[in-house]
């Protein structure tokens, strides 16, 4: 299955190789795959001596290569997963999409959106199904905002409001605190990425955008204080913040309609989850306490509503099933170029 496309005759499973074994490759990409039967996990490759051996104590059928050139002299792998540091995933695409390989990179699909329609171009002259993983649509809170919207509980949506932000007190990876926000380095590539998605996802979209991208860390190169508003063709305002340097969290969400609103705070479980090594399998996987539900109303009169399961192996499923024939990608490439450009537009903006 070296063409992209997965013989819907066959049962044999989609051989798949990873390209970085960072927090991308180990925490998502790594347990999602290889809980689906659909999948091999034949191959990962990094040049860190640590990141090889935690692959290889993880994962000890899985062959460890220590550079892309070793795995695409092979014609083993129908899938090639993406998920090096941002500047690299340009170039890493084009040699797969060039030999035709299925591919998933890891967003942002590219820095630059001339880049990111090239890729699309490049694959779709090589009939090599690329798309991006968006994990983030299927976060358990996100699904839920989404039904809310979808059934109109909320009435007419006029600002949504969402928020990644912590106080992270480990040290970047190198690349990304020595890349200048201009070349993919910053947090609004970073999370910004997420959050425009799925602002448009619900919304539509956008014709004004607005942005803050601010350096606040001691001799930051790039920005680690982001702030983005959106206003969609719709009329709804998107609010978006992203930090790594807050002291107190806020909400995740606020969705404040005509009828009511809806807030929650705290993360989607299924990356701690996963870091903590749980199966994408286990029954809890993806299901929120109770304590931890958002609430729907107004100041007065408000209720706990339950969150939906967050599904992020839903990605890998339709993806499957794409490759076989049976239905869309999971994530449309076209649909990672409005964040790009937003990010991109805004750097260009505030000088990078």
Not at 225 to 254: E, P, Q, W
Not at 332 to 349: F, H, M, N
């Amino acid at each position: 299955m070296t063409s992209g496309s997965a013989d819907p005759a066959t049962s044999a499973p989609i051989r798949t190789a990873i390209v970085g074994y960072g927090l991308a490759g180990s925490v998502f990409h790594a347990p999602l795959i290889s809980a689906d039967p659909a999948y091999a996990l034949r191959g990962i490759v990094t040049g860190d001596r640590e990141r090889a051996r935690a692959a290889t104590e993880r994962y000890p059928g899985v062959r460890v290569l220590p550079s892309v050139e070793h795995l695409l002299a092979t014609d083993e792998y129908d899938l090639v997963v993406i998920a090096s540091p941002t500047p690299s995933h340009v170039e890493l695409a084009e040699r797969t999409l060039e030999l035709g390989l299925a591919t998933v990179v890891d967003k942002p699909l590219a820095v630059r959106s001339a880049d990111a329609e090239r890729l699309i171009a490049l694959a779709d002259s090589r009939g090599a199904a690329l798309t991006v993983f968006q994990n983030r649509r299927w976060d358990g809170d996100f699904l839920t905002v989404q039904r809310l919207v979808e059934e109109g509980t909320l009435g007419e949506v006029r600002r949504f409001e969402s928020r990644f932000e912590w106080l992270n007190p480990r040290p970047r990876p190198a690349w990304k605190s020595g890349t200048t926000g201009r070349d993919g380095g910053g947090i609004a590539y970073d999370l910004g990425s997420h959050l425009i998605d799925q602002a448009v996802r619900l919304f539509g979209p956008v014709e004004e955008v607005y942005g803050e991208l601010d350096r606040r860390g001691a001799n930051a190169v790039n920005d680690d204080d982001s702030f983005i508003a959106l206003t969609h063709t719709s009329g709804v305002r998107s609010h978006l913040g992203m930090s790594s340097l807050v002291a107190r969290r806020g909400f995740r969400f606020r969705v404040l309609g005509s009828a009511s609103a809806y807030t929650k705070w705290g993360l989607d479980p299924q990356e701690s989850q996963l870091a903590a090594g749980m199966s994408p399998l286990d029954e809890g996987f993806g299901v929120e306490r109770a304590e931890s539900y958002g609430r729907l109303g107004r100041d007065e009169d408000d209720r706990p509503v339950p969150t939906e399961r967050g599904g992020y192996r839903r990605f890998y499923a339709m993806l499957a099933e794409a490759l076989a024939g049976r239905g869309p990608l999971p994530v449309d490439p076209r649909d990672a170029l409005t964040a790009i450009r937003v990010v991109e537009t805004l750097q260009a903006q505030q000088g990078g």
